[in-house]
């Protein structure tokens, strides 16, 4: 079992930053793989983001250049940094991964970038 617990997100102005957090725990499960989604009103929910076990990392177009996905190992942690951000960034952000065949979402943290 894996869970995933994220945080960061809240009420900002455009061109303004966030840092969202993604806490992971479980018997035995280490981060290596994670994803990024958002999920805006009335809208599918989206990729944003994701970072391999390898350490690599891919953009969605909308995001390339002013995300940044990383990862702390000792904390068992990822983060997605966010700059330059605009209210089309508005969105529920949820953190994804992989483990035992099964995926794993957390509850989502509320975006809210104001214009």
């Known amino acids: 079992q894996v869970q995933l617990v994220e945080s960061g997100g809240g009420l900002v102005q455009a061109g303004g930053s966030l840092r969202l957090s993604c806490a992971a725990s479980g018997s035995g499960f280490r981060i290596n793989f994670m994803e990024w989604y958002r999920e805006a009103p009335g809208k599918q929910r989206e990729w944003v983001a994701q970072?391999?076990?390898?350490?690599?990392?891919y953009y969605a177009d909308s995001v390339r250049g002013r995300f940044t996905i990383s990862r702390d190992n000792g904390k068992n942690t990822v983060y997605l940094q966010m700059n330059s951000l605009k209210p089309e960034d508005t969105a529920v952000y949820y953190c994804?991964?992989?483990?035992?065949?099964?995926?794993?979402w957390g509850q989502g943290t509320q975006v809210t970038v104001s214009s």
């Open positions: 970072i391999t076990t390898g350490g690599s990392t």
């Open positions: 994804r991964t992989n483990y035992r065949t099964l995926q794993y």
